[in-house]
T-cell receptor, first 113, second 113 residues
Framework: GDSVTQMEGPVTLSEEAFLTINCTYT??????LFWYVQYPGEGLQLLLK???ADDKGSNKGFEATYRKETTSFHLEKGSVQVSDSAVYFC????????????WGAGTKLIIKP | EADIYQTPRYLVIGTGKKITLECSQT?????MYWYQQDPGMELHLIHY???????EKGDLSSESTVSRIRTEHFPLTLESARPSHTSQYLC????????????FGAGTRLSVL
């Protein structure tokens, strides 16, 4: 079945550092890919998405490119801030599963000032 | 952006009590979901609904039940709470054509003593 694998956390960085959180997936068809973010004490919110190969999703300085050849959707940001501290979830959806989300385990990001 | 509300935000209750966690959304979304999550950890789908009078169990076995009598309302009930039910419960909904885009409530953090 479909699955999503994320790098384990926590990931600890200093402010203004470059961020990469790895995400790879296994899917039978042509999934859409997502990054969601969960700030402390809150529910999740959509950060960015990509619906087909080579699409780049971007939002709030974060980017991720849908790489079909490597089945990856790595999240990047050039200069992180303390306010980016959160848990980041990679996910996929496919038409065959009625677009239910398949979730990665989440990666906790800690940014130190 | 969807408005989705969960009440209560926090609940501490004794073993054996019956509880209902409320979830309401104001955008007319047909698809709704309940997830169980230990804070900051992996999400587990416990129930979902594709519309009025439609409810299904998710991937994680749960002793809770749900109902969907109105489009905007998707309550979750535990008939007899136990300490193993201690967790965070997140409600989400998807707009028509959302294809994996889910809007989340802020969650209910449940502690069963």
């Amino acid at each position: 079945g479909d699955s999503v694998t994320q790098m384990e956390g926590p990931v600890t960085l200093s402010e203004e550092a470059f961020l990469t959180i790895n995400c790879t997936y296994t899917a039978t068809g042509y999934p859409s890919l997502f990054w969601y973010v969960q700030y402390p004490g809150e529910g999740l919110q959509l950060l960015l998405k990509a619906t087909k190969a080579d699409d780049k999703g971007s939002n709030k300085g974060f980017e991720a490119t849908y790489r079909k050849e490597t089945t990856s959707f790595h999240l990047e940001k050039g200069s992180v801030q303390v306010s980016d501290s959160a848990v980041y979830f990679c996910a996929l959806s496919e038409v065959d599963s009625n677009y239910q989300l398949i979730w990665g385990a989440g990666t906790k990001l800690i940014i130190k000032p | 952006e969807a408005d989705i509300y969960q009440t209560p935000r926090y609940l501490v209750i004794g073993t054996g009590k019956k509880i209902t966690l409320e979830c309401s959304q104001t955008m007319g979304h047909d698809k709704m979901y309940w997830y169980q999550q230990d804070p900051g950890m992996e999400l587990h789908l416990i129930h979902y609904s594709y519309g009025v009078n439609s409810t299904e169990k998710g991937d994680l076995s749960s002793e809770s039940t749900v109902s969907r009598i109105r489009t905007e309302h998707f309550p979750l009930t535990l008939e007899s709470a136990r300490p193993s039910h201690t967790s965070q419960y997140l409600c989400a909904s998807t707009p028509l054509g959302g294809r994996g885009i889910q809007y989340f409530g802020a969650g209910t953090r449940l502690s069963v003593l």
